[in-house]
């Protein structure tokens, strides 16, 4: 029997997604600044996760939250 082990990076990528999904944007900047997750690429990741947002479509979403 063969077990398929995600690397660390990549699990670490697809928790952020989900958490970029229930979670409002500050909030996700902030969770990732207290986790301190070391290697991760935080450029790259924000690039990722933030991919084709705008100040409006992002305030939009904030507002979505209820704040």
């Known amino acids: 029997m063969k077990i398929n082990i995600d690397r660390d990076p990549a699990i ?13 944007p500050s909030k996700l900047m902030r969770f990732l600044a207290i986790c301190n997750l070391g290697s991760v690429d935080y450029f790259n990741l924000k690039e990722k996760l ?10 939009e979403k904030i507002k979505a939250f209820g704040l």
């Open 12 to 24: 670490i990528e697809e928790a952020l997604q989900v958490l970029s999904q229930h979670l409002e």
């Open 50 to 59: 933030f991919d084709g947002e705008t100040v409006d479509s992002l305030y």
